[in-house]
């Protein structure tokens, strides 16, 4: 997963997916997908900012490959906010080579509170004993 700078120029953003997927290619492995979320508001604000262009590589390869892989994406900082690399299980590996990395269900609509759970009437509760 690579989540990239969304107001970076498209161009270099573009050349550093392309630039990963050669090197996925040229360690022996295959690129099976490239999904491409969008831009996502992110948790926690990274390089003071507030979202990010998600890019999901589902790949097969060697992890020989994922030391210079780091190395191209930690030069690109501009660019590039993070990256993580996921290591799937059998099952998992086999539904991302057949579909791709599901994209995230946001949990409400941008600008809607979630709503509190709990008690009705939403009081303190406080648990303890009744005065008398």
């Given at each position: 997963?690579?989540i990239?700078n969304?107001?970076?120029?498209e161009e270099?953003q573009?050349?550093?997916?392309?630039?990963?997927?050669?090197?996925?290619?040229?360690?022996?492995g295959t690129?099976?997908?490239?999904?491409d979320w969008?831009r996502?508001?992110?948790t926690?604000?990274?390089e003071?900012?507030?979202?990010?262009?998600y890019?999901?590589i589902?790949?097969?390869?060697?992890?020989?490959?994922l030391?210079?892989?780091?190395?191209v994406?930690?030069i690109n900082?501009?660019?590039?906010?993070?990256s993580m690399f996921i290591?799937?299980?059998?099952?998992?590996?086999?539904?991302?080579?057949?579909?791709g990395?599901?994209?995230?269900?946001?949990?409400?609509?941008?600008?809607?509170?979630?709503?509190r759970?709990?008690?009705?009437?939403?009081?303190?509760?406080?648990?303890?004993?009744?005065?008398r």
């Amino acid at each position: 997963m690579i989540i990239l700078n969304p107001d970076a120029d498209e161009e270099q953003q573009q050349e550093i997916l392309e630039r990963v997927q050669q090197l996925i290619t040229a360690g022996g492995g295959t690129v099976d997908h490239v999904n491409d979320w969008g831009r996502k508001k992110i948790t926690y604000p990274m390089e003071k900012r507030p979202d990010g262009r998600y890019v999901v590589i589902t790949c097969t390869g060697e992890e020989t490959s994922l030391p210079e892989i780091d190395r191209v994406l930690s030069i690109n900082k501009g660019v590039v906010l993070r990256s993580m690399f996921i290591r799937l299980n059998s099952v998992e590996a086999e539904r991302a080579r057949a579909t791709g990395a599901p994209a995230p269900v946001d949990a409400h609509p941008e600008g809607e509170r979630p709503q509190r759970g709990g008690r009705p009437g939403g009081g303190r509760g406080g648990g303890g004993r009744r005065p008398r």
